[in-house]
């Protein structure tokens, strides 16, 4: 195996049409007590790259490596690893790097709000790289049936989605207005589907628009327009808190928002009787548990996902960062290398 690869690093966090990453030869990392080495052979690209390549999140690493929705194949082995990851498996490395396991979060079977929590791709080098380290306690095995390309966003986008279908509270059969309709949305979309649900989209691009639709959603629609039917729940995965108020308001009696990013603008102000009274409720997604990723890595093992994927070369990254960006991807960008 070769002493180098190459890797993007975020120089100086910026505007990405400025340019604040840098494609550069480094060495391939070691894996430390307790890890793996993986090599990569694809990663998704997610908003929360973008986050952490234009400053929207303060810097944890300086120099950073983004990326933490990979797949690829174990090479290397570091000490105290048992036989649970093995070379030549293929695995997942998710968002969630490590938790401290002794907090009441970590005990309390909440581990995904450990103030001790790290993740990959911020705390740590990440996957749009050509190696990456991880530990093998927080590593994932995958579902047969997909490319590695589709499984990318599933580490991800669908772990988060799932956990904000979660949260959103969605009764059997009941209505779900999904705001914004990128790569985490499509997917939960069809998970909310199988499960019985009755989906609305609101979104902005004609392409992410398109997608809905051949996904057989029930109803798509502009990002502020409002649903053809009152809703049960709903999800907001664009990252505009102006889009807080109209989703607020198309939620029926009791209905619950769930916002799933990590990082969204500022709120503008609420009025209580028409945003929240009648017992509506506004929740937000904080990352997600291990527990959170099997359990949605056995669904996509029992029903299989079509995820919808536009493939960049890895010298490419910072393309697919802006082409995400511009809102000009249906689906998932994924690096494929």
């Not at 952490?52 to 105290?80: F, N, Y």
């Not at 450990?114 to 705390?123: A, E, H, I, N, Q």
């Not at 997608?211 to 327009?225: K, M, R």
């Not at 099997?294 to 960062?321: K, Q, W």
Request: hydrophobic share 40%; with cysteine.
């Amino acid at each position: 195996m070769t002493d180098t690869m190459h890797a993007w690093r975020v120089r100086a966090p910026g505007p990405i049409e400025a340019g604040p990453l840098v494609f550069e030869a480094t060495a391939v990392p070691e894996p430390s007590v307790g890890e793996v080495l993986i090599a990569v052979k694809a990663c998704g690209v997610c908003r929360t790259d973008l986050h952490v390549s234009e400053g929207d999140l303060a810097v944890h690493r300086p120099m950073v490596t983004p990326g933490h929705e990979v797949v690829g194949e174990v090479v290397g082995i570091g000490r105290g690893v048992g036989d649970q990851v093995r070379p030549g498996d293929r695995v997942g490395v998710p968002w969630l790097r490590s938790t401290c396991g002794r907090c009441s979060y970590c005990l309390g079977q909440r581990e995904n709000l450990c103030p001790g929590s790290r993740y990959t791709g911020w705390d740590a080098d990440g996957g749009y790289a050509e190696f990456l380290t991880a530990p093998a306690d927080f590593v994932h095995r995958l579902p047969s049936g997909y490319t590695d390309a589709e499984l990318a966003p599933l580490l991800c986008a669908g772990i988060i989605g799932y956990r904000s279908l979660m949260r959103a509270q969605l009764p059997p059969g009941g209505r779900l207005g999904i705001y914004g309709f990128g790569g985490s949305a499509h997917i939960t979309a069809q998970v909310a589907m199988a499960q019985g649900a009755e989906v609305h989209v609101m979104t902005r691009g004609q392409n992410a628009r398109e997608l809905a639709s051949d996904l057989g959603v029930a109803s798509v629609q502009g990002p502020a327009d409002r649903p053809p039917v009152p809703l049960d729940a709903a999800i907001l995965f664009a990252p505009v808190g102006e889009l807080v108020l109209p989703a607020l308001e198309a939620l029926d009696r009791g209905g619950t928002l769930a916002i799933a990013g990590i990082h969204l603008s500022d709120i503008p102000a609420l009025n209580y009787q028409r945003h929240l009274f009648q017992e509506r409720q506004l929740r937000s997604v904080t990352s997600n548990t291990r527990s959170d990723a099997r359990s949605f890595l056995d669904v996509a093992a029992g029903h299989h996902i079509e995820v919808a994927v536009t493939p960049y070369p890895l010298d490419r990254a910072d393309r697919a960062l802006g082409d995400l960006k511009a809102g000009s991807i249906a689906g998932a960008a994924v690096l494929v290398l």
